[in-house]
């Protein structure tokens, strides 16, 4: 079996010592040494193929080098690219990340959390964002590092990144109104995530701005079956109330676009629809869905930075990163038609 290439090879190797060597091979250091050595020491630990002795540095640095990552439901289209931009800068720092899943259920999420603390992550990247959920404050209380990520935890002061919701709902409103739209069903999520609070709030206020006759409807989850289930009891009791459905999600929309077609209505001739995080393969349904694009990896990505910049001593306290969003329109949104 071939002997693992150590440090003390490359730094042979290089014509350096031991020490030139790690800080090289390390992001956080590697400002302390020339950038010509710092090319010279990487590619020749490339070539003899070393690979950091992870354990070793996690005994000397008092480190376990790795990060919890909490997602609700992998499912969801949108949480893989969140975990690909965390997995991005985590990976360049020496880190891994230990992704767990809740299934959207609090006794889960509860072992899961304790799980990871007896495992001794570093820090924590949590994308669940129930309001009724006590493990996040218990922990804050206990000093574990963490940061939240595409939902925000109410009254406890983690960091969060966020994409800016409240502009993405204004900007589905304003492009229906142009449409000619009047009479506009807001879907939303369950009202304990923060993220459908805040679209049902952006939508009420938009919709007072604009004059416009609005109803709001809540799903049970946020999923294709809870929106078509959600919309098929509205459309039964309702059948010409609206001219155009917000929804809180792309999997609610897409629950939409089956309860539309079950009552012999047509998209968006009938009725206009939008959803919200332009999740893949939304451009290619039937008809391809006008949706708000949040930028899910960079939110991921950040979230990262923010969490191992706490690590390293960095406390940012309190404190809220909010990403832009934009709306794509496609042929899921039509005029009024005149009937």
Avoid: C, W
């Avoid at 079950?262 to 919200?276: A, C, E, K, M, N």
């Amino acid at each position: 079996m071939r002997n693992r290439v150590t440090l003390a090879d490359v730094a042979k190797a290089a014509g350096v010592n031991t020490s030139t060597v790690s800080r090289s091979l390390n992001s956080e250091t590697e400002g302390q040494v020339s950038a010509e050595t710092v090319k010279r020491v990487r590619k020749i630990a490339q070539e003899l193929g070393y690979t950091p002795n992870t354990m070793a540095r996690g005994l000397r640095t008092r480190k376990s080098m790795t990060i919890g990552v909490i997602v609700p439901d992998l499912t969801n289209p949108i949480f893989p690219p969140i975990v690909r931009g965390v997995d991005s800068v985590l990976q360049s720092r020496g880190y891994s990340a230990m992704v767990v899943n809740t299934d959207n259920n609090a006794a889960v999420e509860d072992a899961l959390f304790d799980s990871l603390m007896e495992r001794q992550v570093d820090g924590l990247i949590i994308a669940t964002g129930h309001t009724e959920r006590s493990m996040i404050a218990k922990y804050h209380n206990q000093g574990v590092k963490a940061v939240m990520v595409n939902r925000e935890a109410s009254g406890v002061p983690y960091p969060s990144v966020i994409g800016d919701d409240a502009s993405g709902i204004a900007s589905a409103l304003e492009h229906l109104v142009k449409l000619g739209h009047k009479k506009i069903l807001h879907l939303s999520g369950p009202a304990t995530l923060s993220t459908s609070r805040v679209r049902s709030t952006a939508f009420t206020d938009t919709a007072k701005r604009l004059g416009l006759t609005t109803k709001i409807v809540k799903a049970t989850t946020l999923s294709v079956e809870a929106g078509q289930m959600a919309m098929n009891k509205f459309l039964d009791a309702h059948p010409k109330e609206i001219t155009a459905v917000v929804a809180g999600n792309d999997l609610l929309a897409l629950g939409v676009y089956h309860a539309i077609r079950q009552h012999g209505l047509r998209t968006p001739q009938d009725i206009s629809v939008i959803g919200f995080n332009n999740m893949p393969f939304s451009e290619d349904f039937q008809p391809p869905m006008t949706t708000v694009s949040a930028p899910h990896f960079e939110m991921g990505a950040e979230a990262a930075r923010l969490l191992l910049s706490q690590i390293q001593g960095n406390e940012p306290g309190p404190r809220k990163i909010t990403l832009p969003v934009t709306l794509v329109v496609r042929e899921s949104t039509g005029p009024v038609l005149k009937k």
